[in-house]
């Protein structure tokens, strides 16, 4: 097995080193290759007069990027990375990379987003577009351990699914046998159906699928969700939750993450406790005066109005109190004013992060509003009977997994955080 790059020092004596060939550079007699690993990276360096003739002619055939084993002796000198070199007795070619290289792994100007998704694997081999998956990996694990830690059961819903979660425009058709099917756009359903199975505390990250037409630099048209559902919870309880992960999450790749977040030039700032929390109300009279749009009450938010609200914040805050119209069927009215509802958007300064809200647990008021947003009420039966059968009070919440480490990185766009993202243009690779 070969040594990682990073644990050979300059008192090393001998290393076993695999990695891929990140430049060669000749001098004189002298060839220097600096080999790079996950870790680091390493000069070799060949005297074309002194070494042996299987390594001089591995050398000759050698191209960048190319994959590589190598042993021998360690020796200290100042000027390499790491102040050691290696002087090679075993030079062996593992897989050669073809030239020219569709991507340049040490370019210093950055390729189109495009470019570099078409080559992503190489693209990957660069420190600073890895780093944002140590991270996402590592906020991905707090996520978990955050919730596993309050008591939540990880659980896995189907995503091919017979009817609209969340409305009915975005939804991608499957052929799936003699019926008609379509990919989920959200757990929500299922969810909350495990609230009537008495799990009280559910999560699940998976992935999302929306439909969206168009192509902008925070929709994907396959997103990851982290989705929690809590019984006898409010929206006020649920919204505390979602704060505290959020902190929790920050402070966590803050304390782990110091290597990609410094390949980053990141100096990641842990958000304040508690976040403002701004009623609907309020936010559409600081969007309209903002943006001198004539913003009234029922309108969503739109790219512009957000970007004023975000401006004027400056920090994560919640907006709430929204109007019942204009949520899903499944959020609870207000009792003292039913124009309103118990939901909720948690918002980071640059774009909408999560939503949720208290759930409507009444069968018949359920029904009601499904009606009453247009729906039919018989394809829902599978997700209604449950709510005959004893259906405990309930909140949760969905954030978007992608936006949140596209904003916890300040990435331009969306498809950064994603390895393999989805857009309307993009099915491959
Ligand atoms: P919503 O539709 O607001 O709510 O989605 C929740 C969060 O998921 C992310 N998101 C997306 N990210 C990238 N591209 C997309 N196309 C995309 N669509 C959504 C956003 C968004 O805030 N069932 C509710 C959640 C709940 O009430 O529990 C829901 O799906 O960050």
Same mark, same amino acid.
């Given at each position: 097995m070969a040594s990682p790059i990073s644990t050979i020092t300059p008192e090393s004596e001998r290393a076993e080193i695999a990695g891929w060939v990140h430049e060669v550079r000749d001098l004189g007699g002298l060839t220097f290759c600096l080999i790079r690993d996950r870790t680091g990276i390493v000069q070799v360096t060949v005297?074309?007069?002194?070494?042996?003739?299987?390594?001089?002619?591995?050398?000759?055939?050698?191209?960048?990027?190319?994959?590589?084993? !190598?042993?021998?002796?360690?020796?200290?000198?100042?000027?390499? *990375?790491?102040?050691?070199? !290696?002087? *090679?007795?075993?030079?062996?070619?593992?897989? *050669?990379?073809?030239? *020219?290289?569709?991507?340049?792994?040490?370019?210093?100007?950055?390729?189109?987003?495009?470019?570099?998704?078409?080559?992503?694997?190489?693209?990957?081999?660069?420190?600073?577009?890895?780093?944002?998956?140590? !991270?996402?990996?590592?906020?991905?694990?707090a996520v978990w351990e955050f919730l596993a830690a309050r008591g939540f059961v990880n659980i896995t819903t189907p995503k091919l699914v017979a009817a609209a979660t969340e409305g009915g425009t975005d939804l991608f058709p499957v052929a799936y046998f003699e019926k008609e099917a379509f990919l989920n756009q959200s757990p929500q359903l299922y969810k909350q159906i495990m609230m009537a199975a008495g799990f009280e505390r559910v999560f699940e990250i998976g992935p999302i699928f929306r439909a969206e037409e168009h192509n902008t630099t925070k929709h994907l048209n396959e997103a990851t969700s982290i989705d929690v559902e809590v019984s006898f919870a409010d929206d006020r309880e649920v919204m505390d939750l979602l704060e505290d992960l959020i902190l929790f999450v920050y402070e966590r790749v803050a304390a782990?993450?110091?290597?990609?977040?410094?390949?980053?030039?990141?100096?990641l700032e842990v958000p304040k406790k508690p976040f403002p929390r701004l009623a609907y109300r309020d936010a559409i009279g600081i969007a309209a005066r903002r943006t001198g749009e004539p913003l009234k009450f029922g309108d969503d938010f739109g790219a512009v109005a957000e970007k004023a609200l975000g401006e004027e914040m400056g920090v994560h805050y919640f907006i709430v109190d929204w109007p019942t119209a204009i949520k899903p069927y499944y959020a609870m009215p207000r009792e003292d004013d039913p124009e309103l509802c118990r939901a909720f958007d948690l918002m980071h300064p640059r774009m909408e992060l999560a939503s949720g809200s208290q759930r409507i647990h009444q069968h018949d008021?359920?029904?009601?509003? !499904?009606?009453?947003?247009?729906?039919?009420?018989?394809?829902?039966? =599978?997700?209604?009977?449950? =709510?005959?059968?004893?259906?405990?009070?309930?909140?949760?919440?969905?954030?978007?997994?992608d936006r949140l480490v596209m904003t916890m990185l300040d990435l331009a766009n969306i498809r950064e955080a994603v390895i393999f993202p989805r857009d309307r243009h993009r099915l491959v690779p």
């Open positions: 005297n074309r007069k002194k070494a042996p003739a299987p390594v001089l002619e591995a050398l000759s055939r050698l191209s960048r990027e190319s994959v590589v084993r !190598i042993g021998g002796t360690v020796k200290a000198i100042a000027k390499a *990375p790491g102040g050691r070199e !290696i002087v *090679p007795e075993r030079f062996e070619i593992l897989s *050669p990379a073809e030239s *020219p290289l569709p991507l340049d792994v040490v370019e210093k100007v950055p390729a189109e987003l495009d470019t570099r998704l078409d080559s992503r694997f190489l693209d990957l081999r660069r420190p600073r577009v890895a780093a944002v998956f140590l !991270i996402r990996s590592a906020v991905m694990a782990t993450c110091r290597d990609p977040l410094s390949w980053l030039e990141l100096q008021l359920l029904v009601h509003q !499904i009606r009453s947003k247009g729906l039919s009420a018989d394809s829902f039966e =599978f997700y209604l009977r449950p =709510f005959r059968y004893g259906m405990p009070p309930h909140a949760g919440w969905g954030l978007g997994a």
